[in-house]
Nanobody
Framework: VQLQASGGGLVQAGGSLRLSCAISGRTFSENTMAMAWFRQAPGKERDVVAV????????YYAASVRGRFAISRDNAKNTIYLQMNSLKPEDTAVYYC????????????WGQGTQVTVSS
């Protein structure tokens, strides 16, 4: 499975961005339990932001983004999105998409990361 993240950039506080993660790999659908967005700010650990179950579409959000961010998927395009609204300076981080393996339950495939910077 290969993941390609895009859509990051510089935005003012209160603004919006939409991240995309294009997924490729012939056996992706049957080997993937869920897709997620993580983020890592300078000097901090990588934390999960949002998760979407690939087959059922159920979602999970970190408390810090709930109500502001929305994760979605387009199965036909093999793409997931993260719509980020009401952005805050503390949302500044490198954002990564990742695929959770059915076999191991771990996030084994990662995109390259896309920088999101929110200015105050």
């Amino acid at each position: 499975v290969q993941l390609q993240a895009s859509g990051g950039g510089l935005v003012q506080a209160g603004g919006s961005l939409r991240l995309s993660c294009a997924i490729s790999g012939r056996t992706f659908s049957e080997n993937t339990m869920a897709m997620a967005w993580f983020r890592q700010a300078p000097g901090k650990e990588r934390d999960v932001v949002a998760v979407i179950n690939w087959s059922g579409g159920g979602t999970y959000y970190a408390a810090s983004v709930r109500g502001r961010f929305a994760i979605s998927r387009d199965n036909a395009k093999n793409t997931i999105y993260l719509q980020m609204n009401s952005l805050k300076p503390e949302d500044t981080a490198v954002y990564y998409c990742a695929a959770q393996s059915v076999a191991s339950g771990r996030y084994e495939s990662w995109g390259q990361g896309t920088q999101v910077t929110v200015s105050s």
